[in-house]
Every structure is written in structure tokens, then in C-alpha cells.
């Protein structure tokens, strides 16, 4: 089915304007999902997870949201900043099964 | 605390020629996960091993591509012979399982350029 979210590719922000990320996942057996950082020519870092049995997730200055109906992830970034600027990837993962990753959306914080 | 390290950091080659990547994990990982990632997509994950063991080598292309990791530390990629296709960025990671917050340690990747 469709997801409520529109992934884009690219999101361009100013400084200190809210950030969201939009990430659908495929399947309905995913128990954890994981919202990844990557800065060019590194590997991806670690934000934030979530567990299916939550709906919402909050950390420093980045909140998740998972809606399970309609199978949609997504990740708020509050207050952004340029060092924000990034490829931001959802990934999902089933209990005893690898992480599978999604399409990436690239951010770019302008000051 | 070091973090994953990947050797070589870029890599060009021709095709047919072979190649090796080397990965040294974060001391106590047991696990480490060898991902291969295409410009503009999301990691692939080829191998995964727990201690000594390959636990999922599903998607490991095992005609031109091998993997080991003796002594449960690091562990060593090679395709022999590369293909054009295998121009990506290959990335490691390492975790300490089980881990409540399936996080995982990655490394920064080798480019690899096959002409």
C-alpha cells in the first residue's frame, strides 16, 4: 500500500527551521527501527531507534515517529543546524534478521 | 575509543584483477558485518559473522567473492576477479550482540573503483 509520507530524495532547510524526514518501510514484521547519519565519506552513524511497540521516540533535538498502519517512519530534527547536513537513511530489522536500509534523502542546512 | 578501521580507505583497479579489504572491529565486538553500498543507496549487507562464524552469507555473490575472519577480530574481503559492477563503497561494522538497541558501529568504508 501506499505510505502517508512522500520520500524525497532531497530536503533543503535553513538554519534553525524544523526538520522531517520521511522513510516507508515494507514489511509488517519489523520489530526495530533505526534512523542512520551519513557525512560524505564516512560510514553511517547511529541516532535513534525505536520499537515497534512505541509510536513515538525522543532524543537530543530528534524525535522518530512510527506509524505501523500505514507502515511510515519518520524523523524530526529540531532546531536544525549545518551540521545536520547529511543522508539520513531509515533502516528496519526483524528479530534474529539483518538490518535492511531504505533510500537515503539527502539534507542540506544553508545558514 | 578507536572505532571500526578499514583498510584501504580507496581502491582502484581493472577489472579482473583481485582485491582484499581489511576491517579491524571495535575491541569486544563479536559481531562484524561486511555491507556493500551503491552511490545513492542505502548499505546491502553481504556478510555477517558472529565470533568466527558466518551466520548469513545469503547475499554474498560466493563466485568471486570471499570472506573470513579468523580468531573472531578482524576480518579480511576479497573478490577475485572484479567485475566493472563492483564499484561501490564497502563498509564494515561491528556490534556487541545481543544488543537491546541493534545498534551498529560502521566503519568509514573503502571505495572501490574497477576499471
Known amino acids: 500500500g501506499e505510505s502517508v509520507g512522500l520520500h524525497l530524495p532531497t530536503l533543503s532547510v535553513q538554519e534553525g527551521d524544523n526538520s522531517i524526514i520521511n522513510c516507508a518501510y515494507s514489511?509488517?514484521?519489523?520489530?526495530?527501527f533505526i534512523w542512520y547519519k551519513q557525512e560524505s565519506g564516512k560510514g553511517p552513524q547511529f541516532i535513534i531507534d525505536?520499537?515497534?511497540?512505541?509510536d513515538k521516540r525522543q532524543g537530543q533535538r530528534v524525535t522518530v515517529l512510527l506509524n505501523k498502519t500505514v507502515k511510515h517512519l519518520s524523523l524530526q530534527i529540531a532546531a536544525t543546524q549545518p551540521g545536520d547536513s547529511a543522508v539520513y537513511f531509515c533502516?528496519?530489522?526483524?528479530?534474529?534478521?539483518?538490518?535492511?536500509f531504505g533510500k537515503g534523502t539527502t539534507l542540506s542546512v544553508s545558514s | 575509543e578507536a572505532g571500526v578501521v578499514q583498510s584501504p580507505r580507496y581502491k582502484i583497479i581493472e577489472k579482473k584483477q583481485p582485491v582484499a579489504f581489511w576491517c579491524n572491529p571495535i575491541?569486544?565486538?563479536?559481531?562484524l558485518y561486511w555491507y556493500l553500498q551503491n552511490l545513492g543507496q542505502g548499505p546491502e549487507l553481504l556478510i555477517r559473522?558472529?565470533?568466527?562464524?558466518?551466520?548469513?552469507d545469503s547475499q554474498l555473490p560466493k563466485d568471486r567473492f570471499s570472506a573470513e575472519r579468523l580468531k573472531g577480530v578482524d576480518s579480511t574481503l576479497k573478490i577475485q576477479p572484479a567485475e566493472l559492477g563492483d564499484s561501490a563503497v564497502y563498509l564494515c561494522?561491528?556490534?556487541?550482540?545481543?544488543?537491546?538497541?541493534?545498534?551498529?558501529?560502521f566503519g568509514p568504508g573503502t571505495r572501490l573503483t574497477v576499471l
Open positions: 559473522y558472529e565470533n568466527e562464524e558466518a551466520v548469513d
Open positions: 533502516a528496519e530489522k526483524e528479530a534474529g534478521t539483518a538490518l535492511i
Open positions: 525505536i520499537r515497534s511497540n512505541m
Open positions: 561494522a561491528s556490534s556487541l550482540e545481543p544488543n537491546l538497541r541493534n545498534e551498529q558501529f
Open positions: 575491541s569486544g565486538h563479536n559481531t
Open positions: 514489511n509488517s514484521a519489523s520489530d526495530y
